[in-house]
């Protein structure tokens, strides 16, 4: 099984970055679709982005120019680096897995939640002056 674990969260002022981490344990990461979901305050989760056991990415569109999904194959790691953060990417993010070959095929669609059997606890991301 895959357990997650998130790192990286923190309060930055706006037009900061923030790089968050996600170690994977369980699997190797080229056996797994990776992706990243926030959420903000009393609303439901959304896919922010999300990277295939292929390496093909997607990004919502919110996100596209600022943020950047990577993994370290050899660390276990997956990255989501965000640059350029408005006060409205505030939230709670969560890293979450699945071992499969076809979860975000060729970054056409978003990632959904019932995609993904492994999650992180969260991270909070707070994007404040």
């Known amino acids: 099984q895959v357990q997650l674990a998130e790192s990286g969260g923190g309060l930055v002022q706006p037009g900061g970055s923030l790089r968050l981490s996600c170690g994977a344990s369980?699997?190797?990461?080229?056996?797994?679709?990776i992706a990243w979901f926030r959420r903000a305050p009393e609303n439901a989760r959304e896919g922010v982005s999300c990277?295939?056991?292929?390496?093909?990415?997607y990004y919502t569109d919110s996100v596209k120019g600022r943020f950047t999904i990577s993994r370290d194959n050899a660390k276990n790691t997956v990255y989501l680096q965000m640059n350029s953060l408005k006060p409205e990417d505030t939230g709670v993010y969560y890293c979450a897995a699945q071992p499969s070959h076809y979860v975000c095929y060729r970054g056409l669609y978003p990632p959904r939640m019932s995609d993904f059997g492994s999650w992180g606890l969260g991270t909070q991301v707070t994007v404040s002056s």
């Open positions: 369980g699997f190797t990461l080229d056996d797994l679709a």
């Open positions: 990277i295939s056991s292929d390496g093909s990415t």
